[in-house]
């Protein structure tokens, strides 16, 4: 059996302690920031896109709209499996 140690309130028993709780924040803002350019970008080239892959407009356009609603959802599921798994150190 493991030992009982006192916990500090704000701590927590994970393997990163209160450092992944600080890093938890700006880790999860680069995060959206870094989806946010890979959507801004894919938008940027999404014509010479369409000419390359011999596609009309409106169906590129559909495809990078897609690729952004998908993001919504997997924020949620990301969200409820880090609740379920725990935060782990990587």
Same mark, same amino acid.
């Given at each position: 059996? /493991?030992?009982?140690?006192?916990?500090?309130? !704000?701590?927590?028993?994970?393997?990163?302690?209160?450092?992944?709780?600080?890093?938890?924040?700006?880790?999860? &803002?680069? !995060?959206?920031?870094?989806? /946010?350019? /890979?959507?801004?970008?894919?938008?940027? &080239?999404?014509?010479?896109?369409?000419?390359?892959?011999? %596609?009309?407009?409106?169906?590129?356009? !559909?495809?990078?709209?897609?690729?952004?609603?998908? %993001? &919504?959802?997997? %924020?949620?599921?990301?969200?409820?499996?880090?609740?379920?798994?725990?935060?782990?150190?990587?």
């Amino acid at each position: 059996m /493991g030992e009982l140690r006192w916990q500090e309130p !704000g701590y927590s028993y994970l393997e990163g302690g209160f450092f992944m709780n600080v890093l938890a924040q700006p880790m999860t &803002i680069a !995060g959206l920031l870094v989806t /946010g350019i /890979g959507v801004a970008l894919l938008g940027s &080239i999404k014509l010479s896109l369409a000419r390359r892959l011999q %596609i009309d407009e409106a169906r590129i356009g !559909g495809l990078v709209s897609a690729f952004g609603f998908t %993001i &919504i959802p997997m %924020i949620l599921v990301s969200g409820f499996l880090a609740a379920h798994f725990g935060q782990k150190t990587v």
